[in-house]
T-cell receptor
Framework: GQQLNQSPQSMFIQEGEDVSMNCTSSSIFNTWLWYKQDPGEGPVLLIALYKAGELTSNGRLTAQFGITRKDSFLNISASIPSDVGIYFCAGLPPRSGNTGKLIFGQGTTLQVKP | DAGVIQSPRHEVTEMGQEVTLRCKPISGHNSLFWYRQTMMRGLELLIYFNNNVPIDDSGMPEDRFSAKMPNASFSTLKIQPSEPRDSAVYFC?????????????FGPGTRLTVT
């Protein structure tokens, strides 16, 4: 089946630094989604991307839908302590129809040192 | 607007007992998903429904697991009998589904501990 490779697996950075993480696949996707999960909570949708090449921002977060439709990246600028958490990418395969069955990456654990 | 609601938030039970997890999706959403999350296996899709009909239950680990969606505003995931290896966080998510773009919205999860 389709798989997503998310990297890096974990990051430990200094407050104020920029962060970049990405997801790649050997298969194409119609939609890319980025989620953040805080400890003890469910994943929260951060950004949704619908077209190849699309670049979308949400505050300090920026994500892009790769032109080949096989990858996506998420950047966080000027990190702050509350950015700590696990970030997941998710892709919607072309033949998932209207049901929306997503493929999830393994997650990137982000820790921010004040 | 209320998001996805799950209950209970925490459940501790003894091996062999029946466990029922509950979910209320976002009003108007047509698709509902049950996931299990563990450190070892990450986020796993167990089963999903579209318009209250189970579409794919290939992720359900064993016959001990069953899920129902009697109406558009309620779903249950039942484990009978429960085992220690079922300990995990169980998430319910809903999606606009038909005509939607795949966005799923997660509930806060139920942390299940089976002793």
């Amino acid at each position: 089946g389709q798989q997503l490779n998310q990297s890096p697996q974990s990051m430990f950075i200094q407050e104020g630094e920029d962060v970049s993480m990405n997801c790649t696949s050997s298969s194409i996707f119609n939609t890319w989604l980025w989620y953040k999960q805080d400890p003890g909570e469910g994943p929260v949708l951060l950004i949704a991307l619908y077209k190849a090449g699309e670049l979308t921002s949400n505050g300090r977060l920026t994500a892009q839908f790769g032109i080949t439709r096989k990858d996506s990246f998420l950047n966080i600028s000027a990190s702050i302590p509350s950015d700590v958490g696990i970030y997941f990418c998710a892709g919607l395969p072309p033949r998932s129809g209207n049901t929306g069955k997503l493929i999830f990456g393994q997650g990137t654990t982000l820790q921010v040192k004040p | 607007d209320a998001g996805v609601i799950q209950s209970p938030r925490h459940e501790v039970t003894e091996m062999g007992q029946e466990v029922t997890l509950r979910c209320k999706p976002i009003s108007g959403h047509n698709s509902l998903f049950w996931y299990r999350q563990t450190m070892m296996r990450g986020l796993e899709l167990l089963i999903y429904f579209n318009n209250n009909v189970p579409i794919d239950d290939s992720g359900m680990p064993e016959d001990r697991f069953s899920a129902k969606m009697p109406n558009a505003s309620f779903s249950t995931l039942k484990i009978q009998p429960s085992e220690p290896r079922d300990s995990a966080v169980y998430f319910c998510a809903s999606s606009p589904g038909t005509g939607g773009s795949g966005e799923q919205y997660f509930g806060p999860g139920t942390r299940l501990t089976v002793t």
